[in-house]
Each structure stands twice: as C-alpha cells, then as structure tokens.
C-alpha cells in the first residue's frame, strides 16, 4: 500500500470524444425537433399558450451515451487528487447518496408536522451536531450554501444592532485575504465593507485593526485558519476589540476542517458563524453545488434566526432549549415530538423553503458515521497532509506554519501557467492567483483523504513543472479533453447557449 | 481494510506507519505538534457523538426517516413531485459529475460545462430571452436576486418593487432580506379571481416602480390572462418586468418573451428532482442587454488551443471573487448539480413529452376540480380560471379539519384560511387521484 520508492509519477490521458472535428456535439445538434403546441389538447384557449417548442428529441439509450461521454471529461475526486484551495474537496462516502435517496426523504415541506417527524427529528439532531462542534447555542439549517450562510448572518447582525437600537452601525470588516463572498455578502447586506490589511506574519494586523474598529462597526468576518492556512492567534484579543466597540464577530466556516475536535470557534468568541457542510462534512460539490450553509449563534443572537426551526414540542423555553444542551444527539431510538418554531425576532426566510434538504441527509449521515474520533482524526490527518505535501514540494511556502492548507509562490512561473501544466501529470491542480498577499499563489489543500503515495504523485507533479521551462507550461494542457481555452474570445463573443453559436461554430 | 489504524475516520486512509513518516518527513513527533492554537482556545472536550460502522449509520438514517408517514401528497405551490425518470439518477449520480466543483480548470471539466451549456440552452428555448444562468438557489432567491438587478438597472427614479397579494410567504420574506440592504420597498398588487387586477396595477404605475413581477401559474395554480398588458404596463413606465414560471409550464403557457418579460425566474427543478422539502433549482433567465448585470455563473462556448469549439465558465468578472463588494451577486456554490438533473430530465421528455406533461397538467388538474365540485359541500375551482396543476378548492366547515382526516386516509392537501384547501395533481398518479376523491366524500360526508 505504501511506497517508499520515490517515483511516484502518474498520467492521465481524458477522454475525449469527437465526431467530424468537434468535441463530443451538443444534444442539439444530434436532434432539434420543433413540435406545435396544441392549445385545444389541453382545452385552453389559444391565447394562454405558446405556439411551438424546439427541443431535442433523443432516445434514452442515446441520452445515456451523450451523458456517459460528458462524465468521462470530467475530472471528479474519484478521479484522482483535487487539491484546490478552500474548497475542501474530500472523497464523498457513497452511502450517504443512498440515504439521501430514502423513499422516507421524499417528503414536501408544507406536509404537517405531526406527518414528517422523521424529517424534524433529523434537522433537530443535525441542529445539535453543527452546535456542539462549532460551539454554537442555536443553528438554523435553512441557509442552501456558504455565500448563503453569510448573508444570514450578516442579516442576523442587523437585527440585533437595530433591536438594540444601533442601526447606525453602517460597516462590515472584512481582512484582504479573506474570500470574495464576504465582501459581496456585506455589500448585498447594505454595508460598507472595510478592509483590513495583513501584518507580515500573515494574520490581522492589530494595530490596522484598532483603527478600523469604531462604533460604527456592525461586525469582523474572519476565517481562521485564514486563507494561508495560518491560525489567528491573537483571536482572544481580536474578539474583545470586536466587542469593545459593540460589534460582532462572524466565522466563516470555510476552513473549519482544520479545526474538527480541537478548537471551536465558540470558544474564540464568535458569535455567528456558518458551517460550509459540502467542504467539512464530505457532501458532493457537484459540479458547483448544491452545498449547504447552516448558520450557529450565540444565545443572545438565537432570536434573530431565520424562521422556521426545530424544537422538542416539550421544550419549556419560547426559543427551544440551546441545541448544544439538547439531549444526547447520539442516541439511536427516540419518541420525542419535535415542531417548528418561529424566533421571537426572527428575520424570516432566505429560501423558499428549508434549504438543501438532500444535502443536510448526507452531511447527518457524514457526521454519524465519523463521531467525535473520526472528526478529529479528520483535522489531524488534513492538517498532516497538507504539511507533508508542502515538505515535499519545491515551490516556496513563505507562511507558516499552516494547517489544512498552504499556499505556494510559483515565483518566477505564472501560476495559472502552473496550474494547467499540472493537468498533464494527472491531478487537478490548487486554486492559483489568491491570496494576493503571495505572489503567483498555488493555494493547496489536499484534504484528509490522500494516502502518503497519492500526496507523493502530487507533489512529483509540482516539481515536474517547477523544473519546466514557460514555453512548455504555456502550451500545456495537452492530454485533456480540450487544449488551452481562449478565455478572451468566451468573454468578448459571449455564446451563452446552443441558439448563440454562429454557423462558424456548428 | 483498515491498515494497523485503530481509530480514526474511515475515510482517512493512512496506516500508522505511514503516518510516522510522514510526521519524520515534517519533523515533528505528533499529529498534534502541527497545530498551532494558543491554549486557552484548545477544545479538549467531546462531542458526545459516536462513531458507528456504513451499516448502522444507515439504519439509523433509516430509523429516524421511517417516522416520516407514507402520505400520497396533492401538494404543490412551488414544490413538486414530479415522476423522475431512473435514468437521470443513473447518469447524474456518476461520479465525476457528483464529485467535481466549479469549473474553474475548463480543460479538464469540459462534460459538466457542456451539460451546464445545455441546461442554459434549453432555458432559452422555453422563456424566449437570450441569456440564461446556470443556476441560483431556488425561485425565492431568483426572485431576490432579480430585484437587486432592477436596482442595479435603476431607469426610474422610483424604489417601489411591486408584487402580487397573491405570494407564498417565504417567497415575499426572502425578496424582504434580498432588498434590506438597498433602498427598495416591497409592495403587493390586488389579485381579482386569482388573477392580476390590471386597472389596479394601471394605475399604481406612475413612475416610482423599478420592478414589476408576476407569476404563470401564480401559487394557486390560475393561468394568469393579462401578461401580455403587464408587459405593455411596465414598458411604459420603465419598470423591469420579472415574470416567475418553470419548465413544466413554460413548455405550453405563453412564452415570457413574447409577453415582455425582462427577466424570468423560478424554479427549474419541478424537472429533475422528486419532493426534496423543498430543495430547488433556482431559474434566471434575462435580456442580452443585461448580461453585464446577471447574477450568478454562466458557461459559453470558446475555441481550444486546437481551434475547436470548447466551453468555459465567463464573464467571471461579475463575481464575488474577482469583483468582491462590487459583485452582482455574492453567489458561489449554486445548484449546478440539480441543473444538471433537470436537463437530463428535460431531455428524456423531449419536446413531445413535456408538452404532454404539462398539457395533463392542465387536463387532470381541470378533471379533479370537476370530481370534487360534484362532492357535497366541496366548490372547485374557486377561482373562475384555468389552471395548471393545482387549484383551489372551498369546504363547508373548517379546512383544518378536513386536512387533518384527510390525513387519517393517507393524503396531504394545503389547507388555506379558514375554508380553502389546495389540491395538486403534479406527482399523484390517476389511481391516486381515485383514492384521493373516495376519501375527500368520506371526510365531508
């Protein structure tokens, strides 16, 4: 299993499948048949309806092939090693789309809820799950991605200003480094968005920061590890400048897989933060989502959650016991009744249901099936991997020390050069060109789920391309689906759909 | 399986062993000696959860969701239950689709991109507007995500979004929080039979509206007649027209682009995902004119270094992590796997088959009104309209009641007000329906 030899070097020729010079052809160009649409069939009068649709028209064994095709070229974690930045791309259990598609989850959210209690009793048990290991008195669940959960709880943070009579608190601290979400959620949420510059460790700069901090302060955004991986160690400090001024302090749970089991941002002194559950809690990116963004808060900040959550139906207090005094999540068999609650002041809805239902099944399942000894073996073994992998690489790491993740400089190299020339060794590469702060940034974060070998192919592929020269990275990819895609040409000729494409194109 | 590990995730997969030397190979002698937390905020405590083998993580998922009553659901109102055909789990749970993120190495993603192109083209057939995202969250952030566009396009001097009476409640709270960070304020439109009162709407028009949105079918199920006048309305007051729909009914309801609409949006997952409490596919569709302002992703089609047609994600510099504050969204994870079910779903219908769909939809619905009309002391439809898919119905007595035994039978209606209930004939099968009247004439006896 293990391999000690050193030459760890794998390839990987993509699929590609093409037909008379093109790329596997759209289903629009394997049929397009227009039908007229009979207004009298459906007994409307004609005006209500359109007159045609034009569609393809494909058989289901050749539907099956068009979409066998394009899954092969595309490159997924069970394809190999996908080290990208701040995206935690963990190997996704299988089971857990398995219980995810339980007849008993296929239930409609106005159903009563005496009729769906095995739905609330999994929400109130994930509720308690996400509470204790963020350290977290109250979750709301609703929240359908991260970008999501932010915008929660910066909504969360104008209540509780406005209910306290602050609503002059007009900006939103958000450090350099910090992912573009937090910028454009505090700017969605009407704030101002100051930004705050790193000191030359890496971390917030305290004295930026106490000039930043006024009473015109509504809340701090921080992640922690932060973008370079680096722990924020003066975040005791932090937090009490954050509330000297009366403002709060928001985590953004994006690097939460650092932390599992050994430190919870409760205990740092956050008072919101959210849970990225398709990054931590290992539920399919797919392609681009859906994920789920759960929202924690402190108790003083509960009533402000968005409506509805979970309780017990006993529950003696108007906002339900604190999630992380509940009973125990663990057991296996229980009789309590559980009921939707609205807060006392809650700020209402940010979907137009419960979220990501689906993904909330897998991220209870994840959770379960791990327990208290698999989350921590999970931070410990992502923060291992990423720290074996950046002893392993010749790219400059300039800080430290880092946890689940590292960013490298391609220092002479660009690194979206970099990045493509990793294609041809067979791995996904990491997110290039951010943070900033490091030049020609290579963000990596191998997560807990690399073998010693696979991290050992990884970082054969770095330094394959560290020795290369800028002639060959630039042309590279070369064993991919497609060669180098014209990005200009995409943005200046926006073809958006399959009606768009010039003959030229067909 | 498990190597000399006795703890630990099963899904990290290092022996013991190897962990040794990959600790000597960083230089230290523990795990955790690589963790750099100041002491006060170490967590020594526990969770309380415990680790438990696939098997018994299953049964108990299985334990828990077998409390959930197996109940034949006439529910809709912006979720549906839709028969998903075995095919689209079959190709969508591949895993390169379910496993991959974002798009951000082209080269390497050319499938989903290609998928997701596919998904944005067939939108575009059935609204009749030129650019179609590739995916929000669901029709309720849509519908937020639309009116910070109208703010964005601002061509009043107005701040007022108008919106029907008529609305499901969490879909007006969600526009409330997308709007509370602008200077925009909601306000209702009167619905005459269920349908837009476009005199009352004539006359609120008087230049202070950036954003008029309407909905076909609205949320009790009515075909709405004037959309071609709302459209009309706000050209001539420079309101941006939203119109809020889905592929099921756009395949045979007048086509937004013909009616005016600006911007379409609503939920695309009535295709491609079963009752998922209310888990969506969020649909945004708008004018060429406005590409520059749209929200979310969008793939288009380049040329590779082999000068063939290739796709990409574009136009990123309208995103939170190029423009950061000055984003038209702060979108970042979406829904594109869903978008991809849906566009499976759509093509296993084919043009023919989604016609019919929604022509049943339209014929089924219209037969059951009939059924329970015939039924003492049940009127349906209330409203004097057509519909789709769902309609509603009044009860003599309390329509709590009546849901409630209706439940003893094994059936879910909505219950509206004190006398209203809302039946949807979208996921029911016809022998459904027949045991759905049989118990609804028991219950009113």
New interface residues.
């Given amino acids: 299993m293990s391999d000690d030899s050193g030459s760890a070097e794998i390839r990987h020729d993509q699929a590609r499948w093409s037909t008379n010079g093109t790329y596997e052809p759209l289903l629009s160009e394997k049929d397009s048949t227009e039908i007229a649409v009979d207004a009298d069939a459906a007994g409307l009068p004609d005006e209500l309806t359109r007159d045609s649709v034009e569609l393809p028209n494909l058989s289901e064994s050749e539907l099956a092939r068009h979409y066998t095709r394009l899954s092969q070229q595309t490159y997924g974690i069970t394809s190999g090693p996908y080290p990208l930045g701040s995206c935690t791309m963990k190997y996704n259990p299988t089971f857990t789309e398995d219980v995810a598609a339980l007849p008993g989850a296929a239930v409609h959210p106005d159903r009563s809820e005496g009729s769906t209690q095995g739905t609330l009793e999994l929400l109130y048990r994930l509720q308690g799950y996400l509470a204790r290991i963020g350290g977290m008195d109250a979750v709301t669940l609703q929240p359908p991605a991260g970008a999501a959960g932010e915008f929660v709880g910066i909504r969360v943070a104008a209540a509780y200003h406005e209910h306290n009579g602050e609503s002059h608190r007009d900006e939103v601290i958000v450090p350099e480094s910090a992912h573009g979400t937090n910028f454009a959620t505090a700017a969605l949420g009407g704030y101002d968005v100051v930004s705050l510059p790193s000191d030359e460790s890496g971390r917030v700069d305290l004295e930026a920061l106490e000039a930043a901090l006024s009473e015109n302060t509504a809340a701090l955004m921080l992640t922690n590890p932060n973008t370079l991986g680096l722990f924020e160690r003066d975040i005791q400090t932090i937090a009490e400048m954050v509330h000297d001024v009366g403002g709060l302090l928001y985590y953004d749970g994006a690097n939460l897989n650092a932390l599992l089991g050994r430190a919870r941002p409760g205990d740092m002194g956050f008072d919101v933060m959210h849970y990225n559950v398709h990054k931590t809690f290992a539920t399919p990116h797919g392609g681009g989502g859906p994920g789920a963004g759960p929202v924690g808060v402190v108790s003083e900040l509960a009533p402000f959650l968005p409506a509805p959550r979970v309780r017990e139906a006993d529950a003696e207090s108007a906002d339900g016991p604190r999630e992380a005094d509940g009973p125990d999540p663990t057991t296996d068999s229980t009789d309590a009744i559980y009921e939707l609650f609205d807060p006392e002041h809650t700020i209402g809805t940010v979907h137009g249901f419960q979220g990501n239902w689906l993904v909330l099944v897998k991220a209870f399942a994840y959770i379960a099936r791990l327990g208290d000894e698999g989350l921590a073996d999970a931070s410990a073994k992502a923060v291992l991997n990423a720290n074996y992998l950046g002893s392993q690489i010749d790219y400059e790491i300039p800080y430290g020390p880092f946890h689940h993740e590292f960013v490298a400089s391609a220092g002479e190299q660009d690194a979206a050069d970099v990045a493509k020339r990793m294609l041809d060794y067979g791995v996904h590469p990491p997110t290039t060109k951010w943070p900033e702060i490091v030049s020609q940034a290579l963000m990596t974060e191998p997560t807990e789920v690399e073998t010693k070998s696979t991290l050992d192919q990884l970082a054969a592929a770095f330094n394959a391309v560290a020795e290369e020269d800028d002639a060959t990275i630039e042309a590279a990819p070369n064993r991919t689906t497609a060669k180098r895609i014209d990005q200009t040409s995409a943005a200046r000729n926006p073809r958006l759909s399959w009606q768009a494409l010039d003959a030229d194109d067909e | 399986m498990y ?1 000399s590990r006795t ?9 013991d ?3 040794v ?3 000597d ?4 002698d523990s ?2 000696a ?5 002491e ?4 020594d405590g ?9 098997r018994a ?2 049964q ?12 034949v ?1 006439l ?1 809709g ?3 549906y ?1 839709y028969y998903i055909p075995s ?1 689209v ?1 079959h ?22 991109l ?5 998904y ?3 939108l ?3 609204t009749g507007l ?3 995202n ?2 929000m ?5 849509a519908l937020g995500e639309a009116a ?1 566009l109208a703010d964005r396009l601002r061509s009043v001097s107005g701040s007022v979004v108008l919106v029907p009476e008529l609305l ?1 409640a ?2 007006r ?2 526009l ?3 709007v ?3 200077d925009l304020t909601v306000e209702t439109y009167p619905m005459v039979d269920g349908a837009a009162d476009l005199d009352a709407i004539a006359d609120r028009l008087d230049g202070d509206v950036v954003m008029l949105y309407a909905e076909n079918p609205t949320v009790r199920g009515t ?1 709405e ?1 004037g959309l071609s006048t709302l459209g009309d309305l706000a050209t001539e007051s420079d309101s941006l027209f939203v119109l809020g729909s889905d592929p099921v009914a ?6 937004p682009a ?1 009616v005016g609409a600006d911007v379409v949006i609503g ?1 695309a997952s009535v295709l491609g995902l ?7 596919l969020g649909l945004f569709a708008t004018r060429e004119d406005y ?1 520059r302002q749209v929200p979310g ?10 000068d ?5 994600l ?2 990123q ?1 309208r ?9 038209t ?10 978008a ?1 079910r849906t566009a ?1 779903h ?3 219908l ?3 088959g ?2 019919d769909l ?2 049943r939809d ?2 089924r619905a ?1 037969e059951l009104a009939e059924r329970v009309d015939d039924l003492p002391g049940v009127t349906a439809p209330v409203h004097d309209r ?1 519909h789709v898919r769902e309609f509603v119905a009044r009860v003599d007595g309390a329509a709590s009641t009546i ?2 035994d209706l ?1 003893d039978h094994g059936y ?1 209606v ?1 219950t509206l007000g004190e006398d209203e209930l809302q039946l949807c004939v979208a996921g029911a099968t016809d022998d459904e329906l027949d045991g759905f009247v049989d118990a609804l004439s028991e219950v009113v006896r």
């Fill in positions: 190597g703890t630990g995730s099963p899904y990290a997969p290092h022996t062993t190897e962990t030397a990959m600790l190979a960083v230089g230290v795990e955790e690589l963790f750099d937390i100041p006060p905020v170490q967590f526990d969770f309380g959860i415990d680790a438990r083998s696939e993580t299953r108990l998922v299985e334990s828990i969701l077998e409390r959930n009553d197996d109940l659901e529910l109102r912006g979720h239950g095919l789990d190709l969508s749970d591949r895993s390169e689709f379910l496993t991959s993120y974002t798009q951000y190495q082209p080269e390497v993603s050319q499938g989903f290609q998928a997701l192109f596919e944005q083209s067939m575009v057939e059935l030129e650019v179609a590739c995916s969250y669901d029709a309720a952030t910070t499901a969490n879909k709270s969600t409330g929080n997308y509370a960070g602008t075909i007649p756009l395949s045979l309801l007048e086509r013909d939920d079963p009752t998922a409490y209310g888990m969506g590409l992703r969008l793939v288009g089609a380049s040329e590779d270094g082999d063939r047609r290739a796709y990409t574009t136009l510099t995103e939170q992590h190029i423009r950061r504050e000055r984003a969204s702060n979108i970042c994870t979406n829904q594109a796997w869903v991809l499976i759509a093509a296993a084919g043009p023919d989604l016609v929604a022509t339209v014929t219209r057509h849901a409630a439940e879910a909505h």
